[in-house]
């Protein structure tokens, strides 16, 4: 069963504009990652955010946590038409005996229109 | 580039065979993991290795095993193969056992015919 689930699951906008996505899971985490992937290739990590934390920025992303609700938002601003591609959120739910592993949403596509 | 190398990049073979997946981690990662990406079941964690021993168990399939190596690299391997198992499949590898950034690799895309 999916742990974290990508909201909206697609998402089209013009190139400037603001895209936010949002991510919400099940059960306690020890960070959420974001990834982002073109096309069938690999993925690339974009930012890790730990249960403690509540904000982080990247360059023109933005993520924030709230654990209390669950729930994680990627904003990305000023996008741009290479923005292109799916991005998942994945959450670490290791037991911490050195056991760990990612769990994926389903992913938002996100069309950035020239 | 993550720094994360798979091999080979493309590998077509007919059902009931056995392949070899291979990967390399990042320089100074410890940990490798298998991940499979397939249209209906999504982005599924497979196993992950921490210096040469196995730590996690997901949703592996018998037919399927994986080891790691002294030197880091791992390998999956496949056998008695069916179309569902037509996927891509990702190396991933982080420098402890967790919480920490996972780095992916470019992916082996696995077609059964």
């Known amino acids: 069963s999916q742990q974290g689930e990508e909201d909206p699951q697609a998402l089209s906008i013009q190139e400037g504009e603001n895209a936010t996505m949002n991510c919400s899971y099940k059960?306690?985490?020890?960070?959420l990652q974001w990834y982002r992937q073109n096309s069938g290739r690999g993925l690339v990590h974009l930012i890790l955010?730990?249960?403690?934390?509540r904000e982080k920025h990247s360059g023109r992303l933005r993520v924030t946590l709230d654990t209390s609700k669950k729930s994680s938002s990627l904003l990305i601003t000023a996008s741009r038409a290479a923005d292109t591609a799916s991005y998942f959120c994945?959450?670490?739910?290791?037991?911490?005996?050195?056991?760990?592993?990612?769990?994926f949403g389903k992913g938002t596509k996100l069309s950035v229109i020239p | 580039d993550s720094g994360v190398t798979q091999t080979p990049k493309h590998l077509i073979t007919a059902t009931g065979q056995r392949v070899t997946l291979r990967c390399s981690p990042r320089?100074?990662?410890?940990?490798v993991y298998w991940y499979q990406q397939s249209l209906d079941q999504g982005l599924q964690f497979l196993i992950q290795?921490?210096?040469?021993?196995?730590?996690a168990k997901g949703n592996i399939l018998e037919r399927f095993s994986a080891q790691q190596f002294p030197d880091l690299h791992s390998e999956l391997n496949l056998s008695s193969l069916e179309l569902g198992d037509s996927a891509l499949y990702f190396c991933?590898?982080?420098?402890?056992?967790?919480?920490?950034?996972?780095?992916f690799g470019p992916g082996t895309r696995l077609t059964v015919l």
């Open positions: 320089s100074g990662d410890l940990s």
């Open positions: 994945a959450t670490d739910v290791g037991s911490g005996a050195g056991s760990y592993q990612l769990t």
């Open positions: 991933a590898s982080s420098l402890y056992g967790g919480n920490n950034e996972q780095f």
């Open positions: 955010i730990r249960s403690n934390e």
């Open positions: 059960t306690s985490i020890n960070n």
């Open positions: 290795y921490y210096n040469g021993e196995e730590r």
